[in-house]
C-alpha cells in the first residue's frame, strides 16, 4: 500500500502582499490624527483652554460610564452625579487624613463599588421612570449628607483639595492635570470599546432593546443591570478622583440634580451607546457653557442648548456620533463615485 505524500496548500497568486482592508487603513489614521491633536493641545493652548480639555476629559470618564448604564443597558439613572461626587469626596477625605492619592483612587473604587451594588440591587425590577425617580431619592440623600457634615465635607461652602505634587509634576498647573486626566480617559475609552464587542456588551444591548426577549435569548437580566450600575459607578467614582485634582474644589453644587440632567443630556446629544458620542457629549457640556461666556451671552445657553438638544433628539436619533457617521459615509460614497 502506498500512502500518498500530503499535499501543501498553496495560496493564490500575491495573497502574501494583499493590502491590509481599507477601513482598517483609515482607522489607524484616525488614531494617529487624534494622537497627535491630544499631544498637541497643551502645546498650542493657553493655559485656561488646557484646564478645561482636562474637564472635558474627566468629564467623558464620566459620560462613558452613563453610556454603558443608559445607552447600552437602557437603565435610566438621575444619580450618575452621585457616584462622581462620592469619588470626589472620598478622594478628598481620604487625602486629608494622610494617605496617598493612590490610596485614595482604591478606596474610591471599593466606595463606587458599593454605591453601585446599593443602587442596583433594589431597583431590579424597576424601569424607566420609576427608577428615575429612585436614583433621584439616592442623589437627595447624597446632597443632604455632603450639607450636613460640614465638618467633614466643607458642607454648603466647599472645601479646596490638595494637588498631587510629585517634583516637578503638581496638578494644580493645567498641563499636568491634563496629562492626569489623559491617563485614565484613554484606558477608560478602550474598556469601553471592549466591552461592546463582548457577549457581556450585547447582552446589554439586548436588555435595553426587550427584557422579554433578552431573557429568552439566555441574557441574566438581573446580573447585567448590577454590572452596568456597577460599572457607571466605577467609572463616575474614577472620574470623580480626577476631578478631585484637577480641579481643586468640592462644591455641593457640583453634583446635584442638575449635574446628572447635564451627564444624560451628554449621552442622548453625542449618541447614545456609542463611545465617540460620549466624548461628543462631554466635550458639548463643558465647552459650549464657556463659549458662551467668552461671548458675553452667558444666560443664552440654556436656551440655545435647550433648542439643539431637541432639534437632534428628532431630527438625528444617534446623536452628534450618527450624524458625524451619517456625513463619513456620504463623502466616502461620494469619493468612490468618481
Known amino acids: ?11 493564490p497568486p500575491g495573497a502574501a502582499a494583499r493590502p491590509a482592508p481599507a477601513g482598517q487603513g483609515r482607522r489607524l489614521l484616525l488614531v494617529a490624527a487624534l494622537a497627535v491633536v491630544l499631544v ?41 452625579a452621585t457616584f462622581l461626587g ?37 431597583t431590579l425590577r424597576l424601569s424607566g421612570l420609576r427608577l428615575a425617580l429612585v436614583t433621584l431619592a439616592f442623589g437627595e440623600l447624597f446632597q443632604w449628607v455632603i450639607v450636613h457634615t460640614t465638618e467633614t465635607t466643607g458642607g454648603t461652602q466647599g472645601t479646596p483639595v490638595d ?6 509634576i503638581d496638578t494644580a498647573e493645567p498641563v499636568w492635570a491634563y496629562v492626569l486626566a489623559l491617563c485614565f480617559a484613554v484606558p477608560a475609552t478602550v474598556l469601553a470599546l471592549q466591552l461592546a464587542r463582548t457577549q457581556l456588551g450585547r447582552g446589554m444591548l439586548a436588555v435595553r432593546e426587550s427584557e422579554l426577549a433578552a431573557a429568552s435569548a439566555g441574557v441574566a437580566i438581573a446580573k447585567t443591570k448590577v454590572i452596568a450600575f456597577v460599572a457607571a459607578a466605577l467609572f463616575a467614582g474614577t472620574a470623580g478622583w480626577l476631578y478631585a485634582f484637577t480641579s481643586g474644589f468640592l462644591a455641593p ?8 440632567v447635564y451627564l444624560l443630556v451628554a449621552v442622548v446629544l453625542g449618541g447614545s451607546g ?32 435647550g433648542a439643539v438638544l431637541v432639534l437632534v433628539a428628532l431630527l438625528v436619533p444617534n ?17 468612490a463615485g468618481r
Not at 493652548?45 to 488646557?50: A, G, K, M, N, P
Open 163 to 168: 494637588s498631587i505634587v510629585a517634583g516637578s
Open 319 to 335: 446623536g452628534l456620533a450618527g450624524l458625524l457617521s451619517q456625513a463619513a459615509k456620504r463623502l466616502t460614497s461620494t469619493g
Open 1 to 11: 500500500m502506498t500512502i500518498a505524500a500530503p499535499v501543501e496548500s498553496q495560496a
Open 274 to 305: 456609542s463611545v465617540l458620542g460620549s466624548w461628543l457629549g462631554a466635550a458639548y457640556i463643558v465647552l459650549v457653557p464657556q463659549l458662551f461666556n467668552q461671548l458675553g451671552y452667558p444666560t443664552l445657553y440654556s436656551l440655545v442648548g
Open 86 to 122: 462620592g469619588g470626589a469626596y472620598t478622594t478628598y477625605v481620604v487625602i486629608t487624613h494622610g494617605y496617598s492619592p493612590s490610596a485614595a483612587l482604591a478606596a474610591v473604587w471599593a466606595v463606587s463599588l458599593i454605591a453601585g451594588l446599593v443602587v442596583a440591587v433594589p
Open 253 to 260: 453644587t457640583d453634583f446635584d440634580l442638575f449635574a446628572s
Open 40 to 80: 498637541a493641545i497643551p502645546l498650542v493652548l493657553s493655559e485656561y483652554w488646557v484646564f478645561l480639555c482636562a474637564q472635558v476629559l474627566v468629564y467623558g470618564v464620566a459620560v462613558q460610564g452613563l453610556n454603558i448604564l443608559y445607552g447600552r443597558t437602557g437603565q435610566l439613572s438621575l444619580a450618575h
